[in-house]
């Protein structure tokens, strides 16, 4: 069976973002089933209808690259109980121009982590309302918000995390075959 094929947003953009550490974590879990198409999202200009019938190359590769992914994964960091406007801002691009929504019908995972003590809870339930209304088919359980560890054991998750994201990467997966 071929791998999966993932667009990977990854809203956490300075260099020692917790949610980039994430991912690789995610992919370590999860690269026997899926491929990754990570997309810095941090080289797509502010969303401008002055430019959207004529983007930068940044914006059509974006675009190129999520069409042609089966399923999405979006990994948020929390800002004021948001997630970050640089997501929301490919997010948008993606939509545009009006008419040509290229997330429309795609399933999609959600996770994010923080150092706080509800991870990203705020961050991906403000966010849920605008990927339902984007008609991404965002998978709603297991939810994936926790407290990014203050000590790595070794460099790795510890046990009790890592067993909850196996059984996140397993249900992604089966999320991505259904849709």
Not at 22 to 28: D, I, K, W
Not at 50 to 67: G, H, Y
Not at 133 to 153: A, H, V, W
Not at 157 to 175: G, I, N, R
Request: overall charge neutral.
């Amino acid at each position: 069976m071929a791998k999966s094929r993932i667009f990977v947003l990854v809203g956490g953009i300075c260099k020692e973002s917790l949610n980039q550490k994430l991912f690789e974590f995610f992919r370590e879990e999860a690269e026997a089933a899926m491929e990754f198409d990570r997309f810095d999202i941090a080289s797509l200009p502010f969303f401008s209808q002055d430019i959207e019938n004529d983007p930068p190359s940044s914006v059509t590769d974006f675009k190129a690259r999520a069409k042609s992914c089966d399923g999405v994964l979006i990994i948020t960091p929390e800002y004021n109980r948001s997630f970050p406007g640089v997501l929301k801002n490919a997010l948008d691009w993606g939509t545009r121009p009006y008419g040509q929504n290229l997330w429309s019908g795609k399933p999609a995972g959600l996770i994010g982590t923080s150092p706080g003590a509800i991870g990203t809870f705020g961050a991906q339930n403000h966010l849920r309302q605008v990927l339902s209304f984007l008609d991404l088919r965002t998978m709603s359980q297991p939810e994936f918000y926790f407290s990014f560890p203050k000590e790595l054991e070794g460099g790795k998750l510890p046990p009790a995390s890592l067993a909850f994201l196996k059984k996140y990467v397993e249900k992604f997966q089966e999320w991505i075959e259904r849709h």
